[in-house]
């Protein structure tokens, strides 16, 4: 694992071409709940080139991970409208084809947030490791 506290910041595009890099970066750090934190960071990546930028490539994503040595903090920023709290709770199965990213994290996470803040919307989550 690398050493803590580590910090990485990124900004790229709205491109799902980026998912093979994204995937690798847990992997990389050798990261505690690898599989976990990439599924995290992959569902909300997801969520903000679909939903909130409605797949248009000129709008940017903030990916910000923040690991210390008991806990991983996940922050995916965009100019979407957000998550409504009804979202969070509906009943999907996690075995649909669709619908099912945010109960994946969810399942995954130990606390996740979102807010708007200066015309942006936050999504986090965290994890302890």
Not at 3 to 22: A, N, Q, R
Not at 44 to 61: D, P, Q, S, T
Request: hydrophobic content about 40%.
């Amino acid at each position: 694992m690398m050493p803590t506290p580590f910090h990485l910041c990124l900004e790229i595009k709205s491109d799902f071409g980026y998912l093979p890099f994204l995937t690798q970066i847990f992997k990389i750090l050798k990261t505690p709940k690898a599989p976990q934190l990439t599924q995290i960071l992959i569902e909300a990546y997801n969520n903000a080139v679909l939903h909130a930028h409605k797949r248009n490539k000129k709008k940017w994503v903030t990916i910000d991970i923040l690991l210390t040595p008991k806990q991983a903090r996940i922050q995916v920023i965009d100019r979407g409208k957000g998550i409504k709290n009804a979202h969070h709770r509906k009943t999907v199965s996690l075995y649909s084809t669709h619908g099912r990213g945010m109960k994946l994290i969810q399942a995954a996470a130990d606390k996740m947030t979102s807010r708007h803040k200066n015309g942006c919307h936050i999504f986090e989550a965290k994890c302890f490791l």
